[in-house]
């Protein structure tokens, strides 16, 4: 390789917001498998293991080209021990022992499929595994379990809500609410975030951010959309969550919680889709084979005009450019930055000692 090549590798930023990463990524032969560590870590309980990891990932998937050489890698940051023993595996066999082992375990396809499910985090999923549940069909046909509405709509929906939601999809279901949002409140803004807003082709859900440029017209607006989709029958799961950012700052909420404050709503819309064989008489008891729907995960963020730019940024994602950008913020700015607001630590511990 070249001495340019030596010059770029070496110019790799550590923090991954300070990263400019290409939509396709070029090194997924290591990412997978890095990936699939930090799972299998996470779902031991090994957080700090499994960012580890993520981090190792992040940095691959931010090269403009294959990693080649193991001598590349020793110029990267965010590289321990375990990771560069991985990547060095993968260079020389073209596969990982460790991690072929990895999605061997019966625990970690359980926990793998469980955790798939909306509304089924790792704490659920680990103890159905411990009682001895082992796939989909074991969680439908248990008498003792007790699901919440959430769960059972994401076991009742599993095929279609992880099947991947297409950037049409996406559109088509902004254009949904943003109609149904203009027949209440002319004038409401609705953006698509997420993957999608990153440039995604496809996703697992679609993101969408509703505000008005007059502050406080939107409040209320969302239950009255979801009200007006839900007689058209077009959803099929809600959750509405009232907004508790007027009690967020309050010094006693020391909340470090990821945890937004909006207004919003994770739900299951029921989106028509062009049905393959073409019936057009088909309708909900028609055979699976003929079904022209898909259920799809929406998450409904409601934000004022005012934290609109912080919602928008936190909400566009990815996870962990979100968590680097507010690591970032806090280390190098002294500074705090979540999904309302960006403020100075500094004057902050200052006002809550003068009140
Ligand atoms: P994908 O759906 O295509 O798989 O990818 P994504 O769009 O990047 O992931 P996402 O899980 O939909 O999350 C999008 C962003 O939303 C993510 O960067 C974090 C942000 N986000 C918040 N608050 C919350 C929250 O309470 N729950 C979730 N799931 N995401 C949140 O700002
Ligand atoms: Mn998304
Ligand atoms: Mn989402």
Redesign the pocket.
Known sequence: HSDVDVVVASLVPAYGCQRRTPLTNKNCIFTDALETLSKEASFCGSDGRSLAFIRAASVLRSLPSTLTTIEELNRLPGFGEHSKRVVQEILEDGFSAEVERVTQKEKYQTMKLFTNIFGVGMKTANRWYQEGLRSLGDLRNSQKLKLSKQQEAGLQHYEDLNMPVSRAEADLIAKMVEEVAHSFLPGTIITL????R?G?L????V?ILITHAQEGREEGLLSKVIGQLQSQGLILYHDLKRNSYHDAFSPDSKSTS???HFERSFSIFRLKVASHIGDIGARDHSPESSKDWKAVRV?LVVTPISQYPYALL??????H??RELRRFSCNEKKMVLN?HALYDTVEVQVAISQS
């Open positions: 975030a997420g993957g999608f990153r995604k496809s996703g697992h859900d993101d990821n945890m937004d998450d936190g909400w566009t994602g990815s996870k450019f979100e999904s």
